[in-house]
């Protein structure tokens, strides 16, 4: 009831009829997971650089069927965060407009469930690059794997402390480090996780 009631808002609120199957009922059984990565932590005013998006079919992840896509910037990019998320302007230089790639992004995903790690953060960058066309957020069900792990780990042990962490995750769910970090090793380090966690006991995807 409470998806219906959303996608009915987002219906009235859209702006670009183009983007009416955003809000129809998922197609299929799968789901994205979906990482970005940017200039900042503040999606109201940071740039988006990259952004990759992974289906996930109960266990199987499509990697093969993986969009990544580099962002070219609106200006030069700060040197600091340049040691976070490794993308020099030289690599963006070839990128495609945000705009641009959000909307491909919006046609690969379609009315699926997103999925990630602090997908709020995803989803408010994406969000505020496309509301201008959606006149709202996206209305997209989301599935948190850090909010996954933590009820996974309080079913074992009740009221004891969690780590969150993302490299903590991994490491104690017994999934390599894939060596480097950008949006394509995260999303799939993400996708790792949730296929992880849908072994364990108790656990609900929300």
């Known amino acids: 009831m409470r998806a219906a009631l959303r996608r009915k808002l987002g219906r009235v609120r859209l702006r670009d009829p183009e983007l009416a199957h955003l809000f129809e009922p998922p197609p299929d ?14 999606p109201r005013r ?35 965060s340049v040691k976070i998320h490794g993308l020099r302007d030289r690599d963006l230089a070839r990128g495609m407009a945000p705009e641009t790639a959000v909307d491909r992004l919006l046609q690969f995903i379609g009315s699926r469930p997103l999925l990630g790690y602090y997908l ?10 496309a509301r201008p066309r959606l006149g ?9 794997v850090s909010g996954l792990y933590h009820d996974a780990k309080q079913a074992v042990i009740p009221r004891g402390f969690v780590d969150l962490r993302f490299e903590a995750i991994r490491r104690d769910l017994g999934i390599p480090d894939l060596g480097r970090h ?21 656990v609900r995807r929300v």
């Not at 059984?29 to 932590?41: P, Q, V, Y």
């Not at 709020?120 to 690059?129: H, K, Q, S, T, Y």
């Not at 950008?182 to 364990?200: C, E, I, N, S, W």
């Open 136 to 144: 709202g957020p996206l209305p997209n069900r989301r599935i948190e």
């Open 46 to 80: 940071d740039q988006l650089l990259a952004v990759a998006a992974l289906p996930v079919e109960g266990d199987r992840i499509r990697t093969s069927e993986a969009l990544h896509l580099t962002v070219r910037p609106n200006g030069p990019v700060d040197g600091e």
């Open 182 to 202: 950008d949006a394509f090793a995260d999303v799939l380090t993400t996708a790792l996780m949730y296929v992880k966690l849908g072994h364990r006991p108790r």
């Open 29 to 42: 059984d799968r789901i994205i997971c979906l990482d970005t990565e940017a200039t900042g932590l503040d």
């Open 120 to 129: 709020e953060f995803d989803c408010a960058l994406i969000g505020r690059l």
